[in-house]
């Protein structure tokens, strides 16, 4: 028989959900960081103002006698595909699969449906580590992991960036599963 359970995190613009599904013979761990629907408003927005834009764009600079019905049908079309590829590119959710004893599937979930997913054995990951980014307009925390025999760290959310509060019990799950859980104690 299998049992679920379920803690939650709630932020600002994200919401950090842990599942933890008991069944035999292991534990398999999910994080899911989800972007709540208030932090979308400013990406709807954002598309608006390209569908009105561009056609106004347009209609002020139509060219020689074309008519005013195709110029704005014209910048219309072209307002609509912009509008669908900033949608289709859009993250909803991020989630992390601890597979004890396998790996980790990394998974993106984009807004138009479609879902990304990366698995990392196991053995390739030497060490989970919490970074903190400071660019000259900000600063923010993110998770990575160190892989054997490649030049870069693979982030656990790419598009994602919710705080630290939340990264830490993803973090703490990736040391257990990865068999640094005895470093833990020492870097808190």
Known sequence: MEEVSSTA??????????DVSMGAPEVIDIHHIILKKNARKGRVFFMLTAVLLVPATFLTFSVQGNSVAITLLFGLLIGGCLT??????????????ILPGFGLQLETH????????????????????????????TCYWVLALILRDEGELQLVF??????????????????AATEFGDHISAAL
């Open 110 to 137: 984009y807004q138009s449906g479609r879902t990304m997913r990366l698995f990392v054995p196991v053995n390739k990951i030497l060490k989970p580590v919490l970074n903190e980014c400071v660019t000259p307009v």
């Open 158 to 175: 790419k598009d994602l960036r919710p705080p630290v509060k939340m990264l830490v019990p993803v973090w703490k799950a990736l040391c």
């Open 9 to 18: 995190i709630e932020g600002k613009k994200y919401r950090y959900i842990r």
């Open 84 to 97: 669908r590829k900033i949608k289709g590119k859009q993250v909803t959710k991020e989630s992390v699969v």
